[in-house]
Nanobody, 121 residues
Framework: QVQLVESGGGLVQAGGSLRLSCAASGSIFRINDMGWYRQAPGKQRELVAVISSGGNTSYADSVKGRFTIARDNAKNTVFLQMNSLKPEDTAVYYC???????????????WGQGTQVTVSS
């Protein structure tokens, strides 16, 4: 089995910062892309940022220049540093990882349970 556990969410004032972490554990052979998504009330889940195993990154336009995604491959962990937070960043943030559990397994998407980020104005 594979588990993704997120941490670091919370309540912050506009202009503040938060750092999210997501650690993958269990039967893991290889991890490809790791990413962060968010879902605000009444809205669809959207991609925030993604990072490849080689370190290539991509961001949603709404967070470019404010958020930074990074990963520690040795610890199977992905991070999201969020600066200059805005009220519109309020959402549940989910991490996702493309994981292969073994040589006989195909790549599959695994999701964390989500962590709430609330930005007050």
């Amino acid at each position: 089995q594979v588990q993704l556990v997120e941490s670091g969410g919370g309540l912050v004032q506009a202009g503040g910062s938060l750092r999210l972490s997501c650690a993958a554990s269990g039967s893991i052979f290889r991890i490809n892309d790791m990413g962060w998504y968010r879902q605000a009330p009444g809205k669809q889940r959207e991609l925030v940022a993604v990072i490849s195993s080689g370190g290539n990154t991509s961001y949603a336009d709404s967070v470019k220049g404010r958020f930074t995604i990074a990963r520690d491959n040795a610890k199977n962990t992905v991070f999201l540093q969020m600066n200059s937070l805005k009220p519109e960043d309020t959402a549940v943030y989910y991490c996702k990882a493309e994981i292969r559990r073994g040589v006989m397994y195909l790549l599959a998407d695994y999701w964390g349970q989500g962590t709430q980020v609330t930005v007050s104005s």
